[in-house]
């Protein structure tokens, strides 16, 4: 036997409107096999119209109906169909048979063990509260977001209102299924027929049902967009497995020596004691994402010009880390720069000179210098080309014309 699977046309409370597609498509030969609220299987045989039945499944029963209510169905010539997903029961017949129920507040009594959890007095209560809750919600992320600055916004892998989503979403998903039972039982309840043919394909119909289905997907991408800014972002690259070229600033050329060559493995010195150097990987890229700095991609390289020795004596070895930022248009990238030095580790590590430079091709140019460490920080428009670790004796503010070419790369993972 052939089976077909299509997708459910509307909410699995639209009872008039699931009995009529049964029936439609038993008219062009599918036969309701099994169905859940997503999905209906349907066997393929010749074609003729049939009668469906559907009513709430008993939460104590099995997933068949109990053999007296099989019985008494089948008298009536209705048939037992399937379960869907553990809520109704699915009944056939032939055109004609008579409606295994004829009290309609009786039937409504049929749907009390769905639902008297959400629409008694406690849980009317409880929705209160989840909505409350959802507003105080709201108001901690609006004060938190405004408490921002910008060095937080581009530093802080972080998503504004990521739980928002989650909670609106988590509330009205279910909460506009429990509606829908609720309105079917107070109609029984008032006589207002609920088996009868009902157009499965109105408009308003099927909207309701893929808006729940799009709640659905945005309340599990809500779990997912905050854990972007890791899943896009990476650390310890190779270089050349990247798939953009970076925006390069090259070592070599702020040395310009021709006996430079570069080194896959350098000594990081911080200005520490030799004995408290580490040796660390070159030619590494690292990336962060954030709200702030959407494009944040940072690189370093080493090398050594033999035959040359530091202020130290030791051998001459020149390491340069070089950090390329596109921020958000709503990130002042001067803002940053004054609070990256005020409130970041900077305003507390001491030793540090900081030089504005003037009369340079960017808008904004600082010098910082501490020891045999120097770093250039460069703003043009929204980019920032960070200098940041340079250990070598060639002047930075020598290449403005190589930094300025850099930046008006872009940057694409």
């Not at 997708?7 to 409370?13: C, D, G, K, M, S």
């Not at 074609?47 to 019985?71: F, G, V």
């Not at 190779?238 to 090259?250: D, G, R």
């Not at 004054?338 to 900077?346: Q, V």
Request: with cysteine; glycine share 4%.
């Amino acid at each position: 036997m052939n089976y077909k699977r299509k997708f459910i046309p509307v909410e699995p409370y639209e009872i008039g409107a699931l009995e009529s597609w049964f029936s439609d498509m038993s008219a062009e030969g599918l036969y309701l096999y099994d169905t859940n609220t997503i999905f209906a299987t349907f066997a393929v045989k010749e074609p003729l119209r049939m009668l469906y039945h559907i009513e709430p499944k008993n939460p104590y029963h099995d997933n068949c109906p109990p053999n007296p209510q099989l019985e008494r169905y089948e008298e009536k010539g209705w048939r037992f169909v399937c379960t869907m997903s553990q809520y109704f029961y699915i009944f056939s017949a032939e055109e004609g048979a008579e409606n295994p129920h004829t009290d309609g507040e009786e039937e409504s009594k049929l749907y009390e063990p769905m639902n008297k959890w959400n629409f008694s007095k406690l849980g009317k209560l409880l929705n209160i509260i989840s909505v409350f809750l959802l507003f105080v919600m709201i108001g901690i992320e609006v004060s938190s977001l405004s408490q921002r600055n910008a060095y937080r916004l581009v530093t802080d892998m972080e998503m504004p209102f990521e739980n928002i989503p989650m909670a609106v979403l988590g509330f009205l998903v279910p909460f506009q299924r429990y509606l829908g039972l609720k309105r079917v039982q107070d109609d029984l309840r008032e006589g207002i027929p609920l088996h009868q043919k009902t157009d499965w394909e109105d408009f308003v119909l099927q909207r309701n049902h893929k808006l729940h289905y799009a709640g659905c997907f945005l309340l599990a991408l809500s779990f997912v967009v905050p854990l972007l800014p890791w899943i896009v972002s990476y650390s310890d690259k190779p270089i050349e497995e990247l798939k953009h070229p970076l925006p390069m600033v090259a070592l070599a050329e702020i040395e310009n020596d021709p006996d430079f060559y570069y080194l896959d493995r350098y000594f990081q010195r911080d200005n520490r004691p030799k004995y408290e150097w580490w040796e660390r990987e070159a030619n590494i890229a690292y990336s962060d994402i954030t709200i702030g700095a959407p494009t944040q991609i940072s690189f370093n390289q080493a090398g050594r010009i033999d035959g040359k020795t530091d202020s130290r004596g030791e051998p001459y070895e020149s390491v340069l880390w070089v950090d390329y930022k596109k921020l958000s248009s709503f990130v002042s990238p001067k803002e940053y720069m004054d609070e990256y030095f005020n409130l970041s580790w900077r305003a507390e590590e001491k030793g540090w000179t900081y030089t504005t430079l003037n009369d340079t091709p960017f808008d904004y140019a600082i010098l910082a210098e501490k020891g045999d460490v120097t770093e250039l920080y460069l703003i043009s428009g929204q980019k920032i080309l960070e200098l940041k670790y340079y250990y070598g004796d060639a002047d930075l503010t020598q290449h403005y014309d190589l930094y300025k070419k850099v930046l008006q790369q872009e940057y694409h993972r």
